[in-house]
């Protein structure tokens, strides 16, 4: 059995290559190495991958590729990520790599006989929504990455609905655990922490956000590849969390106390960011 995954050099995307080498598959890894973080984070991810025989990678942009490798199974992981960059003229980059590059892999495998096509789709897509998020919910987006995620999910319907193509589309709630992004959440919370530096609240903290480990997110996509079901979509979460809880267990873990800062939401976002000093 071969698979494709893109955007392999990524947090959960190595995770997830890891995991195919492991269970015996041949694994062809695709990155373009976006410069929305250091590459020197993604190559450390791709350490472990590129010492196995049966990992081979393409570092080629989607968009500028002809054609793909012939596989059993598609785990679409690449994308242009981040709420608060998508807004103004960021735009044009979450369309192109969220959108449209989404597009040409699905193009491109409905003349194949693959066996799952795997989406990594977001929460942002429901916007704000009350509690549980269910997938039958009403979509509405409130961030132009949120737009993004959820065209890609429907031009996964659009391809199992007119072509056949066997899609998945999995909405991961906010994902954590080794390697996560060094944009993102309790990195940067923990980091604070412990540099005495601010952590801002926006909101009253008294919202919940659903955590996610990467384990689990890798064994949904697993379930997700050979699952009969097709053209559907699910959601990926971990049991849900209050945002000022989740400050004391990080104080207990490092032992020391969050400075944190309570100011009213902004466009798109909700719970905890950190403000790098000026």
């Known amino acids: 059995m071969k698979a494709l995954v ?69 785990f679409h992981q690449a994308a242009q990520a981040g709420v608060r960059k998508s807004w103004g003229g960021d735009f044009e980059i979450y369309t192109m790599d969220n959108i449209l590059a989404t597009q040409r892999l699905l193009e491109y495998y409905k003349d194949c006989e693959i066996k799952k096509f795997v989406y990594a789709s977001s929460t942002s897509v429901y916007g704000d929504c009350e509690l549980p998020m269910k997938e039958t919910r009403m979509l509405k987006p409130v961030s132009p990455y949120g737009v993004t995620k959820l065209a890609a999910e429907n031009l996964c319907y659009l391809y199992y609905k007119n072509y056949g193509v066997p899609t998945a589309s999995l909405r991961y709630f906010t994902v954590y655990g080794p390697r996560q992004r060094p944009d993102m959440a309790i990195h940067l919370f923990v980091r604070a922490i412990l540099d005495g530096e601010e952590i801002t609240v926006y909101g009253d903290g008294a919202q919940t956000r659903d955590f996610t480990f990467v384990d689990d997110v890798v064994e949904a996509n697993m379930l997700a590849a050979i699952c009969d079901s097709q053209g559907e979509v699910f959601n990926v979460g971990g049991g849900t969390r209050i945002v000022n809880e989740l400050i004391g267990v990080m104080e207990n873990v490092t032992g020391r106390k969050a400075v944190v800062r309570y100011i009213e939401s902004r466009e798109g976002m909700s719970g905890i960011r950190w403000r790098m000093p000026v």
Do not use: Q
């Not at 959960?12 to 929305?36: A, K, P, Q």
């Not at 250091?38 to 942009?61: C, M, Q, V």
């Open 6 to 74: 893109t955007g392999c050099a990524g947090f959960i995307g190595s995770h997830l290559t890891e995991r195919l080498l492991r269970d015996g598959l041949d694994v062809i890894g695709i990155d373009c190495f976006t410069d929305y973080y250091s590459r020197e984070y993604k190559d450390g991810n791709l350490k472990n991958a590129l010492k196995n025989k049966n990992f081979t990678f393409i570092e080629k942009d989607i968009l500028f590729m002809d054609a793909f490798p012939d596989v059993d199974y598609v």
